[in-house]
């Protein structure tokens, strides 16, 4: 494919990711959606940071958009970049539908304002959990980063009131989203040097509220959360162990296994009864019932 041909298949691409995006900010939560706002909220931002996270090695998020460098990180097929434009076209076609069918319900229930009320996102955030509302906090600070060379939007607000179609949209704009991703994985692993950097400021209590709100989409940022977690290790805080049973804070490790032991961290332990306590991975050794205990952690804190 020839720079000048490129250029001109690429055109309008960058603008209707953009409107894409804009989209994001436009949407604002019914009052029906209840225990499940700061939940739904952390999925509609998710799936922005998804898609950001795409354009920007595509050059999309750059203040000026040059194609000429885009094509230098090619190779590119004149059928790609029209499933890429019809794909977003898609995504920006389920903004149009949700909205659309927001404004029939608006109408239809016109007479019980009650339904239409949008309550405040803030005072909706703070009934949440703190892991969710730190992941929402994580989310807001990474796409206004990502964001930091486009305009905002111009165009009024609009409100989803019933999650089912929330639900819907969600999961097309995600389906879709993946289809860009697979499509162009010579940048796969400019996205995966993204979602470290993501990670790096991700509260260690929320990765598995983002786990949860993540479901199987976005497998870059999934792993990306697994390998922190597992380089961080296991923590362990204001542990109370006072009984006549069996307690082990750890892995276990069959042998052969090739497992790496994980570190561990263990706080404000208080340990009281006549049972029994292991604090440490536990590795099986071979051709015997018996196993071999390895203690290889380094408690931070002291023994209570």
């Known amino acids: 494919m020839e720079p000048v041909s490129f250029a001109l298949a690429i055109g309008a691409v960058p603008g209707i990711f953009r409107s894409c995006v804009d989209c994001f900010q436009y949407i604002q939560l019914g009052k029906h959606f209840g225990d499940d706002y700061g939940n739904c909220l952390a999925q509609l931002e998710a799936a922005e940071i998804r898609l950001l996270r795409w354009g920007e090695p595509m050059g999309f998020l750059d203040e000026h958009f040059d194609p000429n460098e885009l094509f230098q990180r090619g190779p590119w097929k004149d059928d790609e970049i029209v499933k890429a434009k019809r794909w977003l076209g898609l995504i920006l076609s389920q903004f149009e539908k949700a909205r659309e069918r927001s404004e029939e319900y608006k109408d239809f229930v016109a007479e019980t304002s009650e339904d239409l ?25 990474v796409a206004k980063k990502r964001q930091k060379h486009l305009s905002p939007g111009k165009k009024l607000k609009w409100a989803l009131y019933r999650k089912a179609e929330f639900e819907s949209m969600i999961e097309i704009i995600g389906h879709l989203t993946n289809n860009l991703v697979e499509l162009f994985p010579n940048l796969k692993p400019r996205q995966e040097e993204l979602c470290k950097e993501e990670v790096k400021d991700l509260p260690r209590e929320s990765m598995p509220t983002l786990i949860k709100v993540l479901k199987n989409n976005d497998e870059l940022l999934n792993r990306a959360v697994a390998a922190k977690i597992k380089s961080q290790g296991h923590i362990f805080k204001d542990i109370v162990f006072d009984g006549s049973g069996f307690a082990r804070l750890g892995d276990t490790h069959e042998y052969g296994s090739n497992k790496e032991a994980t570190s561990i961290s263990i706080t404000g332990l208080k340990i009281g009864g006549s049972g029994v306590f292991h604090g440490g991975n536990r590795f099986e050794g071979p051709g015997s019932s018996a196993s071999r205990l390895v203690e290889n952690h380094k408690p931070t804190g002291k023994n209570e």
Not at 117 to 141: C, M, N, Y
């Open 117 to 141: 009320v949008i309550p405040d996102q803030a005072g909706e955030l703070d009934k949440a959990d703190q892991p969710l509302r730190k992941l929402i906090d994580w989310t807001h600070s």
